[in-house]
């Protein structure tokens, strides 16, 4: 089966071939290996751009193949990382406090332990106390679970209510937005246990590898980013292209249709809404220990909009549009925005490329939504297949 | 009431009945107290002044409470002016002028307290001062800072007084002061009863004020006037600290106190012959210091179970500050008879707030429904067209320097702009993406960002002013609880004429026809001689030119920035949603109920707007599942397709 | 003889507009059927009553030898209990090849789950190919449906129908738009699934009809108005008024 799954769907192998030939390339020339010539905070900056390209692999399969414009999915990617990240800081934080602590003449008790790092992580928002939220904080491999099961259960319960009541197009675009909207206002909250609008920090240093220098970490997660978007390529390769994806694309073109067949359209849209959701926390829970921090302002509405506008540039309904997408406008958008792309001197008026790209950006999107439906990934399909 | 006012003026006129003297007179006779007063001695003075009657008093009090009483080396008092080495004199009762030289002439200087008497003294005369704003100079420090001695004078001034304003505000105030002070238990209870209706923040403090408790501890409840006695199982240790602070038990040792005491007690790397490496919990600890305090070394350990005996033989209780139990209950019932006022009122209040938010969103979101419903058209730039009115606003106010002109010609050019810039959209982008309604909403994202990004570009981040005209500042006060400001009523009136244009424009105008006519049927009514495009580019127009001027009303409460539109944009949609689309009623009920909820929830959970917000979005997402199309929705076939 | 389908007294109104008037209906297995009617007459509500789509404000809808109502099931559990429904405007897949088409639509369990292990197997290889020669379109399996001409998406779609293996089968004005042949070859797939199902036409046009040879079933304003055969309800006077009447003078 997977021979021939592969073999009808040579695109993957092509993708699979040259994301592994760009992770060799750029760990041997990155400064873990000693060569150096991209720099450690660029190794960052692609690895979180692989992170991208695998939240934007889950909208383009929720979005370009199942139809459901979700406004919301980058909530789940925040969870992600919020999850991964109250590991991270309470680990790191309990690695600074024991030794202080253990120096002292009389051993600590737990509660004075937990009083510390309490003091240490909630302090900025005027607590000492550990909210019910961080029960697990201590144990990595429950936080994990809670990257892949907080996303997965809050698509279901939200899925099930929004398709039960047959919420559909630009509704249920709106619901989902409000969605995130609502997750990230909770989150600016001071009480809501994950330190309000300060978010959660100094997430690239990892507990245990405090000797490792950054430019081997970043290596190492540049490495797993790569890996994680290669199973997920060929995990929702394989969702979509077998009769899973013909019901998928049937429910995306003729909804009622295919519920007259006999098939419940709403469990499949609810599979592909949380089997998405899970796969964009896992996204966020490798993007943010690169990232470093992580705070409400991430999920706002806005960015799961933006998400979107990476999928239609990249071309929504193939796969590789996706990736394609998300690489180049973030890759390109942080050029502009970083100062790398050079002011044009008009004479009367300096275009500063770090006040203009957002309009640019902007104009950009509506041009390829009028002329390039299909995105990048169009342009492929000229150069793939002669014209007939 | 009445039977008060008699009896303070039959006092008051046997007081005036006192022989004539003359002020020098009873000067005279007070001369120590007079040339250096105290808080004590002053009252003697002024009570002997205050019977006499004589209409020099007040202007001799207010002379000595500035400083102008000199004392001549003979004892004489004068008014005096000193000028270089010379006084001017003049004769307190007389108002003889002379001169002298200063030499040995003393400057009579009352400290602050003494100064305070004096004024409590001087308000009586004030209250009966011919000019009227002296009178309500004199109430104001009365309420605000009401004294027992200010009653009968305030009593006595009452009937005199020709303006019926200040007469009601003397009675009311006349009202609180017996209510505190009066001497009959009686007439303070009938004072309290009489406050029952005043749901005043004046009112409800008096009654506070009466009702001011302390709390207290003992071993037995004492044979006082008992406000409630209390539970402190809930929070003991706030209640064991009011323990410990009445000396009636030992401090808790707190478990960094023991910590201490455990590492001053280290010896050999023990403590009481325990490891310290064991000493890594807190019962090990406990037991460490239990064995230090057996050999008296620290003091006893105060445990969980010490505490709670402590408490439960203790009664924990607030007592009245009043001694008269029959006063405090009749405040309580006053009071509660109030609160009970006061928690209608504040639910008017509520309303009033709702309805404002309501006009708010309805503004915001009417523009958008009109998109919306006729052509099916989602505008994410709809947020960036009301920043573009509200910008449009500022720059008019740079030009125009009057407010009131400036907003006159704001409101229509934002129309105009909005307008032309929703037209130009249509024309340009959404004309292309008809029947695509998913990327209609993603190509008008795209514009929505340019457009912010060029508003930041333009005008800056910071955010800019749109003042209202000064006709509109402040606020329709109903009572203390009942406010609501002009610039609010201004933006439910403008919500309400733009209910009733929108409701025309589509009910009785050909455009309106015309737009029903392809919002139902664009095929019949392409075939009937109405141009779609036409039409669709109007209705376009018209949305986006609400939104304009939504922008300059929102522009003169909120904040001018250009991320303005986004705030808006979520709640908007939203409004839209829960109302029902196509229809302008939907969105009336659907701004009500989001504007209503939001202010019920930020009523129900104050400290937090954030908090509302999200619960709100919460139970708009609940709603929706209930009912999918809406408040207002289309039934039949012509919904289902 | 027992029925396969029974509605009865059913009514429904959209805003006081009663579409569906009090209407009672019976279908045999193995029956071919035709409802006329003229426009507005309450078909096309028929058929959305009896697929789930609109629920009925009252009356019953009893379905099968057990005698199971299908009110307050949901479309695809219908469809699973085996009425296939074809709509009036083709609606396929067009993005999808033509096997893909009949692939979804093959009678298999229906759950997400085991559609995402799915495997492909002879047998449903076989039976794929079986239908698509039924319906002439064997040569066309790997075509994508949105090449196809009209009648051919036509004919794939009562394919896919064929491919649910329903009990009962509601088909919506097949012969709209197709060539004379077309409809020869229509008729013929109609009468052949009839053979082994119930097969319920609803069509304008009386030619066709009259080439189905079958028992009709007249409705107006929303109740039968006359049921027989063809030639039974044409000679009806009051068939005659409301409908062929109005629509052929």
């Known amino acids: 089966m997977r021979k021939t799954f592969l073999a009808q769907n040579p695109s993957v192998l092509w993708f699979m071939a040259a994301l592994a030939l760009f992770t060799i390339m750029v760990t041997l020339m990155s400064e873990a290996t000693g060569v150096g010539l991209i720099s450690t905070s660029f190794v960052k900056t692609l690895g979180k751009t692989l992170c991208l390209c695998l939240i934007a692999l889950a909208m383009d399969v929720v979005w370009g193949y199942c139809g459901i414009l979700s406004l919301g999915h980058f909530a789940f990617f925040g969870i992600g990382g919020y999850a991964i990240g109250m590991w991270l800081m309470y680990a790191r934080t309990e690695a600074i406090i024991l030794p202080n602590l253990a120096a002292q003449t009389i051993p600590p008790t737990p509660q004075e332990v937990s009083d510390a790092i309490g003091n240490q992580i909630f302090g900025v928002v005027g607590s000492s106390e550990f909210p019910l939220l961080w029960a697990f904080a201590d144990n990595l491999y429950i936080q994990l679970l809670m990257v892949v099961l907080v996303p997965g259960l809050l698509a279901l319960v939200f899925g099930w209510l929004a398709f039960r009541s047959r919420v559909t197009g630009v509704y249920l675009s709106i619901l989902t937005q409000a969605m995130t909207l609502a997750l990230s206002l909770y989150l600016f909250q001071n009480d809501s246990g994950l330190r309000g609008n300060n978010g959660l920090s100094g997430l690239q240093n990892i507990p245990g590898f405090e000797a490792t220098p950054q430019a081997t970490i970043s290596i190492l997660f540049f490495i797993a980013s790569a890996m994680a978007l290669a199973l997920g390529y060929l995990f929702f390769a394989w969702v979509i292209s077998g009769k899973m994806g013909s019901v998928v694309q049937g429910i995306r073109d003729n909804e009622a249709r295919v519920r007259f067949l006999g098939y419940h359209v709403e469990s499949y849209k609810l599979f592909i809404f949380t089997v998405t959701a899970i796969v964009s926390g896992i996204a966020g829970a490798l993007y943010y220990p690169q990232a470093g921090i992580i705070n409400p302002g991430e999920i706002a509405p806005i960015a799961s909009i933006y998400l979107a506008v990476w999928v239609a540039i990249g071309g929504r309904g193939r796969l590789y549009g996706a990736v394609i997408g998300a690489a180049f406008v973030s890759l390109v958008s942080s050029w502009f925005t970083g100062g790398g792309a050079p002011d044009i001197n008009l004479g009367f008026y300096t275009i500063q490329w770090t006040d203009w790209w957002l309009v640019l950006l902007g104009f950009s999107f509506v041009a390829v939504t009028l002329f390039f439906p299909k995105g990048i990934g169009g342009l492929f399909d000229y150069l793939v297949r002669k014209p007939s | 009431m009445r039977r008060i006012f008699l009896a303070v003026a039959i006092l008051l006129g046997t007081a005036l009945a006192a022989p004539a003297q003359t002020v020098q007179e009873i000067l005279q006779t007070h001369a120590d107290e007079v040339a250096k007063p105290s808080r004590k001695s002053v009252g003697v003075v002024l009570e002997d002044l205050i019977a006499s009657g004589l209409p020099q008093v007040p202007v001799f009090l207010e002379a000595w409470s500035a400083k102008n009483i000199w004392q001549s080396p003979e004892g004489t008092f004068f008014f005096a002016n000193k000028s270089g080495d010379t006084l001017a004199l003049s004769d307190i009762d007389t108002g003889a002028e002379s001169s002298a030289p200063d030499d040995g002439f003393k400057q009579l200087k009352p400290n602050g307290g003494v100064r305070r008497v004096i004024g409590t003294a001087l308000v009586q005369f004030q209250l009966s001062d011919p000019d009227p704003a002296r009178r309500a100079d004199a109430l104001t420090s009365i309420s605000r800072k009401p004294e027992a001695s200010q009653l009968t004078p305030l009593l006595a001034s009452i009937e005199g007084d020709p303006d019926p304003d200040l007469k009601a505000r003397k009675i009311q105030l006349a009202n609180f002061l017996s209510a505190r002070f009066a001497e009959a238990p009686d007439d303070r209870i009938a004072a309290i009863e009489s406050l029952s209706k005043d749901t005043s923040v004046e009112a409800r403090s008096v009654l506070n004020q009466i009702l001011t408790v302390k709390s207290g501890v003992a071993k037995e409840l004492p044979d006082v006037n008992i406000a409630r006695t209390i539970d402190p199982t809930e929070t003991p240790n706030v209640f064991y600290a009011q323990l410990v602070e009445a000396e009636l038990a030992p401090p808790v040792t707190p478990p960094a106190a023991i910590r201490a005491a455990l590492e001053q007690n280290i010896a050999d790397g023990r403590v009481a012959d325990i490891p310290v490496a064991q000493l890594s919990t807190q019962d090990e600890r406990n037991r460490a210091y239990a064995r230090l305090a057996k050999d008296g070394q620290v003091p006893q350990l105060v445990t969980q179970v010490y505490r709670d005996a402590a408490l439960s033989e203790h009664v924990f209780y607030e007592v009245y500050d009043e001694t008269d139990a029959d006063i405090t209950a009749a405040a309580e019932t006053a009071l509660a008879s109030v609160e009970t006022r006061v928690g209608y009122a504040q639910t008017v209040d509520l309303a009033l707030d709702g309805l404002s938010l309501a006009s708010i969103y309805f503004l915001a979101a009417i523009g958008l429904a009109i998109t919306f419903g006729v052509m099916g058209v989602i505008n994410m730039a709809h947020g960036e067209f009301i920043m573009m009115g509200a910008y449009t606003g500022y720059v008019v106010q740079l030009f125009i320097p009057d407010y009131t002109i400036s907003i006159l010609v704001a409101l229509p050019l934002a129309f105009a702009i909005t307008f032309g810039a929703g037209v130009t959209m249509e024309r340009l982008v959404i004309r292309h993406l008809y029947h695509r309604p998913l990327e209609t909403l993603l190509a008008t994202f795209g514009i929505s960002i340019a457009l912010q990004q060029l508003a930041k570009n333009i005008f800056g981040t910071q955010a800019r002013p749109l003042t209202s005209p000064e006709w509109l500042d402040g606020a329709l006060v109903f009572s203390d609880v009942i406010q609501i400001s002009y610039i609010r009523i201004a933006i439910f009136v403008l919500a309400l004429l733009f209910l009733a244009l929108i409701l025309f424009v589509l009910k009785r105008t050909r455009l309106g026809l015309e737009v029903r006519a392809v919002t139902q049927n664009p095929g019949m009514a392409a075939s009937m001689g109405i141009n779609p495009d036409r039409i669709n580019m109007m209705t376009f127009g018209l949305g986006s030119g609400i939104a304009g001027i939504a922008g300059v009303a929102i522009g003169l409460y909120a904040k001018v920035t250009s991320e303005m539109g986004s705030d808006y944009i979520v709640q908007s949609f939203m409004t839209v949603v829960v109302g029902g689309v196509g229809n302008v009623w939907g969105t009336l009920a659907g701004a009500s109920m989001i504007g209503f909820l939001q202010k019920g929830i930020e009523w129900l959970n104050p400290s937090n707007t954030l908090a509302a917000q999200t619960y709100m979005i919460l139970f708009i997402i609940l709603f929706i599942q209930f009912r999918p199309k809406g408040i207002v929705a289309l039934k039949g076939r012509a919904a289902a397709d | ?249």
């Open chain 3, 1 to 249: 003889m027992s029925m396969l389908l029974e509605v009865s007294g059913v009514t429904v109104s959209f805003d006081g507009f009663r579409a569906i008037n009090n209407l009672s209906i019976n279908f045999a297995e193995a029956e071919l059927r035709a409802i006329i009617g003229p426009n507005g007459a309450g078909k096309t509500t028929f058929m959305d009553i009896v697929t789930g789509k609109t629920k009925p404000d009252e009356g019953s809808v009893i379905w099968g030898e057990k005698n199971m109502s299908l009110l307050g099931m949901s479309e695809s559990q219908i469809a699973m209990e085996g009425i296939g429904r074809k709509f009036q405007k083709p609606t396929v897949f067009e993005a999808q090849t033509v096997r893909q088409n009949l692939a979804m639509a093959l009678k298999n369990p229906r759950g997400p789950f085991t559609v995402l292990m799915h495997k492909k197997t002879k047998s449903n290889a076989e039976r794929i190919e079986t239908i698509a020669a039924e319906i002439g379109l064997l040569d066309s399996l790997t075509r994508t449906a949105g090449e196809l001409s009209h009648g051919q998406k036509q004919w794939l779609e009562i394919g896919m129908l064929l491919a649910q293996d329903p009990r009962l089968l509601l088909v919506d004005e097949p012969a709209a738009g197709m060539t004379v042949e077309e409809r020869e070859k229509t008729t013929d797939i109609l009468k052949r699934a009839a053979e082994t199902r119930a097969v319920v036409v609803v069509e304008h046009d009386m030619e066709f009809v009259r080439r189905l040879d079958c028992k009709v079933t007249v409705l107006h304003e929303g109740s039968v108005l006359a049921e027989g055969s063809l030639d039974h309800v044409t000679s009806d006077q009051t068939v005659i008024d409301v409908y062929l009447g109005r629509g052929h003078v």
